[in-house]
C-alpha cells in the first residue's frame, strides 16, 4: 500500500508508470506530475481502464523547488520517482528534503546550462582532479549524503538499465560469482531499426551530449581518457549478430570503481551503426548540438533544443523498431583462487515491448529497472538511509524482480572476451 509522485511523463516513465499499474498491490495510488499535464492525463486515462492503482495527475516545473514542495506536501507520497531529466535532479532532491520523502531518478546530475560560470568553475577543477571531462558526474548528489542520512531518508540514484541494473550485475557478480573482480567491460547493444535515416531511442538532447563526448575507462586507480569514438570493437552478442562498438564514458564507472576498489580496469561500450555516427559528426560539426543559446530572427534559441523538436519523439519510436537490445557486463576475476570469466546481461525484443505497453526496448529496458528499484524501496528490501547506487544494495530480490517483470537475466561462464 503506497502513494508514489512520478515527476516526467516521457518515454522512460511512461513504460515505468505503466509497469507500476501492473502491481496495484503496492503501487496503490500514483500521481503523474509533469510539465505538460496533458501528456499526464493522456496516459492516466489509457491506463486507468486496466488497473486498480489510484491515477492522478498535476503540472509541475520540477526546476521549481517551490512549485515541488507545494505538489508533494499536498500528495504527500512515500516515494518521488525523478523520470524527468537529469537537470532536475538537485531541485527535486531539495523538494524530498524538505518534505522527508524518500527519492529516486534515473541519471545523474548535469546542469541545462554548460556556460553558467558558477557552475563552470568546480566542473574545470573536476576536471583536473578526476581526469574526466564528462558533464555529468555524482559528485553534485554525493554531496547530499549526509542531509539524508541525517533526515532518514533513502535516496536512489541511476536506477535504470545502464546505470542501473548493470551495477546490479556487478553487485551480483561480486557477491555470488567472484572472491576478487579484475576487469568489468559493460556492453550495450541496441540491435534495433526504426527506419528512419536518424533518430534517438531516448531524448535526443542528454543522448546526443553523452555520444559526443569524450570516451573515458577506469584503470589501475585512475581515468584514461580518449577522444570521443576512438576506440571501437566488435562483439557477436546473443540473439543479435555482430556489432561495432565504441568505448563511451559512462556515469555507472565513477561508482562501481568505488564500490568495487579491486577492479583494475572498468570499461562501457555501446554499439552504434554508420549512418548515426555520420549524422551525428555532420550535426555536430555545423554546431546543432550546442547547448549555447544564439540569437535567430530575434528569438533566443539552443541548437540543441532546436534539433529535438526536428527529430523524431523517442515515445514514438515503438511501432516502428524492430530487432533486439542486449545489455549486461562481462567479468574476468578470481574465485577460490581460480581465473574466471562470467557474462550476464538481457535480451529484449523491440516489438515484444511495443506489444506489451506501447513502447520500444530503451524506455522499457529503462522504465522496468525504475519500476523494480520503486518497488525495493516501497516493500523495505532496500532501506540503507543515504544517497546511494544501485551496487550497495543487495541484488538478489532486485533482479528476481527484474526477471518477473520483463527483463530476465541470461548468463554466460564462457563468453568472448573484449580485447
Ligand atoms: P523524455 O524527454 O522523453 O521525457 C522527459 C520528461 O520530463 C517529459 O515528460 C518532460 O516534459 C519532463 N520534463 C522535462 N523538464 C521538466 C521540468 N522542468 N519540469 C517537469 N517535467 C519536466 O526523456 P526520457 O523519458 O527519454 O528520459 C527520462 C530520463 O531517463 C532521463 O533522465 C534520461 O537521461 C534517463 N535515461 C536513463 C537510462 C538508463 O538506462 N539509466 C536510459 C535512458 C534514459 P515535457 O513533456 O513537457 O517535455
Given amino acids: 500500500m503506497s502513494r508514489v509522485l512520478v515527476i516526467g511523463c516521457g518515454g522512460v516513465a ?15 495510488e500514483l500521481c503523474i506530475a509533469s510539465r505538460t499535464k496533458s501528456k499526464c492525463d493522456e496516459l492516466a486515462a489509457k491506463l486507468a481502464p486496466k488497473t486498480a492503482t489510484k491515477i492522478t495527475t498535476a503540472q509541475v516545473d ?17 516515494l518521488v520517482m525523478n523520470i524527468a ?23 545523474n546530475y548535469e546542469p541545462e546550462d554548460t556556460e553558467d560560470p558558477e557552475w563552470r568553475a568546480i566542473y574545470e577543477k573536476r576536471c583536473k582532479e578526476a581526469g574526466f571531462s564528462a558533464y555529468f558526474d555524482y559528485s553534485w548528489q554525493w554531496a547530499y549524503r549526509k542531509k539524508f542520512e541525517d533526515a532518514g531518508l533513502t535516496a536512489l540514484l541511476g536506477c535504470g538499465f545502464d546505470p542501473g541494473v548493470t551495477q546490479a550485475y556487478c553487485a551480483y557478480a561480486k557477491k555470488h560469482e567472484f572472491d576478487t573482480i579484475d576487469t568489468i567491460d559493460i556492453l550495450d547493444c541496441n540491435g534495433g531499426d526504426h527506419g528512419y535515416p536518424f533518430a534517438t531511442n531516448f531524448n535526443p538532447e542528454i543522448n546526443l551530449r553523452e555520444v559526443s563526448a569524450p570516451g573515458s575507462y577506469w584503470e589501475n586507480g585512475h581515468w584514461v581518457e580518449i577522444p570521443p569514438m576512438t576506440i571501437k570493437r566488435e562483439y557477436d552478442f546473443d540473439q543479435v549478430g555482430r556489432k561495432d562498438m565504441y568505448l563511451l564514458h559512462h556515469e555507472e564507472i565513477e561508482s562501481i570503481a568505488l564500490n568495487i576498489p579491486e577492479a583494475r580496469r572498468i570499461r562501457f561500450f555501446m554499439t552504434f551503426g554508420q549512418s548515426y555516427l555520420t549524422h551525428m559528426k555532420c550535426l555536430e560539426n555545423v554546431g546543432m548540438l550546442s547547448t549555447t543559446p544564439i540569437l535567430f530572427e530575434g528569438h533566443e534559441i539552443v541548437p540543441i533544443q532546436f534539433l529535438k523538436a526536428l527529430l523524431p519523439d523517442p515515445a514514438s519510436l515503438g511501432p516502428r523498431t524492430h530487432g533486439k537490445t542486449n545489455i549486461g557486463c562481462i567479468f574476468t576475476g578470481k574465485k577460490n583462487g581460480q581465473a574466471k570469466t562470467y557474462y550476464i546481461y538481457n535480451v529484449c525484443d523491440h516489438q515484444e515491448c511495443y506489444r506489451e505497453v506501447g513502447s520500444q526496448a530503451i524506455s522499457y529496458t529503462t522504465g522496468v529497472p525504475a519500476m523494480c528499484g520503486a518497488l525495493m524501496l516501497l516493500t523495505g528490501k532496500w532501506t540503507t538511509k543515504g544517497v546511494h547506487t544501485v551496487e550497495e544494495f543487495d541484488p538478489d530480490p532486485f533482479l528476481d524482480a527484474l526477471d518477473k517483470y520483463g527483463l530476465p537475466r541470461s548468463e554466460n561462464r564462457a563468453p568472448a572476451l573484449v580485447d
Fill in 14 to 28: 511512461s513504460v515505468a508508470i505503466s509497469k507500476c499499474c501492473q502491481v496495484s498491490e503496492v503501487f496503490t
Fill in 62 to 78: 520540477a526546476d521549481k523547488v517551490d512549485e515541488l514542495i507545494a505538489l508533494i506536501n499536498g500528495y504527500k507520497p512515500d
Fill in 85 to 107: 531529466l537529469p537537470y532536475q535532479d538537485l531541485t527535486i532532491m531539495d523538494a524530498c528534503l524538505a518534505c522527508g520523502v524518500n527519492y529516486m531518478d534515473t541519471a
